[in-house]
């Protein structure tokens, strides 16, 4: 069965850097898009970063453009998130997803990761 297994989340100063790494099987990861999506304390979901099957192309929330960077390694069938730069703002539980092509809409996404919390705070 399909399984997304976030990990790398934890407790950063404002500034500082994380990255969170998903983890999936189950599925032929290599033939889906990516995504990361968050929800911060009493917030909706929140869609944070897309990236295409083969890695080349990324996508990012105005929120996190130019802090974060999406990749992947389809070797590996692992999503990455680097997260930069980062904000209290930043704090949520972030989730990655599987979907069959580009959208923001999370109602898309297949398939969903149990989320791993980002916490940031002096």
């Known amino acids: 069965q399909v399984q997304l297994v976030e990990s790398g989340g934890g407790l950063v100063q404002p500034g500082g850097s994380l990255r969170l790494s998903c983890a999936a099987s189950?599925?032929?990861?290599?033939?889906?898009?990516m995504y990361w999506v968050r929800q911060a304390p009493g917030k909706g979901l929140e869609w944070v970063a897309a990236?295409?099957?083969?890695?080349?192309?990324?996508y990012y929330a105005d929120s996190v453009k130019g802090r974060f960077t999406g990749s992947r390694d389809n070797a590996k069938n692992t999503l990455y998130l680097q997260m930069n730069s980062l904000k209290p703002e930043d704090t949520a539980v972030y989730y990655c997803?599987?979907?069959?092509?580009?959208?923001?809409?999370?109602?898309?996404?297949?398939?969903w990761g149990q989320g791993t919390q980002v916490t940031v705070s002096s």
């Open positions: 189950g599925f032929t990861f290599s033939n889906y898009w």
């Open positions: 990236i295409n099957t083969g890695g080349g192309n990324t």
């Open positions: 997803a599987v979907g069959d092509s580009f959208s923001s809409n999370r109602n898309d996404y297949n398939y």
